[in-house]
């Protein structure tokens, strides 16, 4: 089992910037590849970012491909998701996701992760 508490998230002006944490505990986090996800209203959850296990690897979702910034930092068994000039589209709740992975491997799809954090809420006010 992995446990994910997300925070960081909050109110922002249109251009402003937050960053979200995600703590991980359960699980060797090293293990880990590690995943960001949003959903707004009425759409479904999308995919924003994935770092994987050994962190070589990282993709983004073209949106905010430019803007976002993933990383993790072993030591703290954290993920970390830097948003930068943030848009009025971006305002969802973002959840972030685990799943035991090969140290190379990312994944994009939410079907493929294990586990999920509770979502931390961002918007974003024009």
């Known amino acids: 089992q992995v446990q994910l508490v997300e925070s960081g998230g909050g109110l922002v002006q249109t251009g402003g910037s937050l960053r979200l944490s995600c703590a991980a505990s359960g699980r060797t986090f090293s293990s880990i590849a590690m995943g960001w996800f949003r959903q707004a209203p009425g759409k479904e959850r999308e995919f924003v970012a994935a770092?994987?296990?050994?962190?070589?690897?990282?993709a983004y979702a073209d949106s905010v491909k430019g803007r976002s910034i993933i990383s993790r930092d072993n030591a703290k068994s954290t993920v970390y998701l830097q948003m930068n000039s943030l848009k009025p589209e971006d305002a969802a709740v973002y959840y972030c996701?685990?799943?035991?992975?090969?140290?190379?491997?990312?994944?994009?799809?939410?079907?493929?992760?294990?586990?999920w954090g509770q979502g931390t809420q961002v918007t974003v006010s024009s």
């Open positions: 996701a685990a799943v035991p992975g090969i140290s190379y491997r990312l994944y994009t799809q939410a079907t493929e992760y294990a586990y």
């Open positions: 770092i994987s296990s050994s962190g070589a690897r990282i």
